[in-house]
């Protein structure tokens, strides 16, 4: 029978040999970036000072609307959402248009009518629509946050802040038609009604996929934004920057800073040896190989811990490529990847000695009668 036994071993893998840099200056209120993966801050400002938003909202007035709309439905636009001012996409009262329509015109064109028309296709007036948002807002554990409008216009008591902004992005990032329609620059949807973004970063930035913008007077010019690198995705958000053209440079500068803070490594390779094994008989040891490579995303200057966990004897016969362990690569208690450590070679069962001596009894035997 085969023995087993677990073998540890914490090794810590380079990954970078020079020094993080600081993160760079940033004009605003205040300012967050962020690991889409796991939601670790990797530099922040005020990040939880309670701040109007703006049109930021707007991403909390879509996920309610996408729970209980499916994107075919068909809102009728009531006069009140009509009537709103600012960013618009001439909704017309009595208008029939999908919800599809209304959430592209809400995220690309951060239409105020698009948000109001959602809001009263769920409620029967703005305050009611708010508690929906604040209800989903707890539920989420946005603790800085409450909502008074759909649109984000200016209203006493409507705010949140950089780090609830980014968990609500980085949610709303999961479902596919919003990942898709918050990196168009242009749609055209119904009644003729062509979309332009308000996202410079879309076009500024090669690695930006989003996510949403927001300005009022009283807000200054905001921004959540996400870049994707090799292997990753950070979020930066900006509030309260004095300028268009600065949230614009300073989202930049945030972003490139963040992906700049991982590298990908070869954390596990095809072929080397993690572990040896016994296998009696004389025949020495048995190498333990990966089976797969692994590449991993690593935070600079953060190791990675390799754990191996192998036979230490087996049993004969073993076939080249039987799973006998594995080597499992974490970044601090979270497990980035495992691999399967495998037999390097086949070995054969010898017979025993007995059966050798019988054999050759048994041919001596017949050559013998022969004579």
Request: charged fraction near 20%; include cysteine; proline fraction near 5%.
């Amino acid at each position: 029978m085969r023995r087993r036994a677990a073998l540890l071993a914490v090794l810590a893998l380079a990954v970078a040999p020079r020094a993080l840099a600081a993160p760079p200056e940033v004009d605003g209120r205040a300012w967050i970036v962020e690991d889409a993966r796991t939601g670790d801050v990797l530099a922040s400002s005020e990040a939880h000072e309670r701040l109007p938003i703006a049109s930021i909202t707007k991403l909390m007035t879509v996920r309610i609307a996408l729970q209980r709309h499916r994107l075919t439905d068909v809102v009728t636009v009531d006069p009140r959402a009509a009537a709103v001012g600012e960013s618009t996409i001439d909704l017309r009262a009595g208008e029939q248009i999908t919800v599809r329509d209304l959430i592209k015109g809400a995220l690309i064109q951060s239409a105020n009518d698009a948000a109001d028309a959602l809001a009263l296709s769920v409620a029967p007036d703005y305050p009611s629509f708010a508690r929906l948002m604040n209800d989903e807002a707890a539920r989420l554990g946005l603790r800085d946050t409450h909502f008074v409008r759909p649109d984000g216009l200016d209203a006493p008591g409507h705010v949140s802040s950089a780090a609830d902004v980014t968990r609500l992005a980085r949610i709303l990032m999961r479902t596919r038609f919003v990942r898709e329609t918050v990196g168009e620059e242009t749609a055209t949807i119904s009644g003729g009604r062509t979309l332009h973004t308000w996202d410079d970063l879309l076009t500024r930035f090669p690695q930006a996929i989003g996510v949403k913008t927001g300005h009022t007077g009283a807000a200054g010019w905001c921004q959540v934004a996400a870049a994707r690198g090799r292997g990753i995705t950070v979020y930066a958000t900006l509030l309260g920057s004095p300028t268009r053209g600065e949230r614009n440079d300073d989202l930049a500068s945030l972003l490139a800073w963040g992906l700049a803070q991982f590298r990908v490594v070869p954390a596990v390779q095809a072929g080397r040896t993690y572990a040896t094994a016994d296998v009696g008989y004389g025949k020495g040891s048995l190498a333990l190989v990966a089976a797969k490579p692994l590449l991993a995303v690593a935070r600079v200057e953060r190791p990675l811990t390799e754990t191996v966990v192998a036979a230490t004897g087996v049993s004969l016969p073993v076939r080249r490529g039987q799973v006998l362990g594995h080597v499992e690569i974490r970044d601090g208690s979270r497990i980035v990847g495992r691999r399967a450590l495998v037999a390097s070679r086949t070995i054969n069962k010898p017979g025993p000695v007995a059966r050798l001596g019988w054999y050759a009894g048994r041919t001596l035997h017949n050559l013998v009668h022969l004579f």
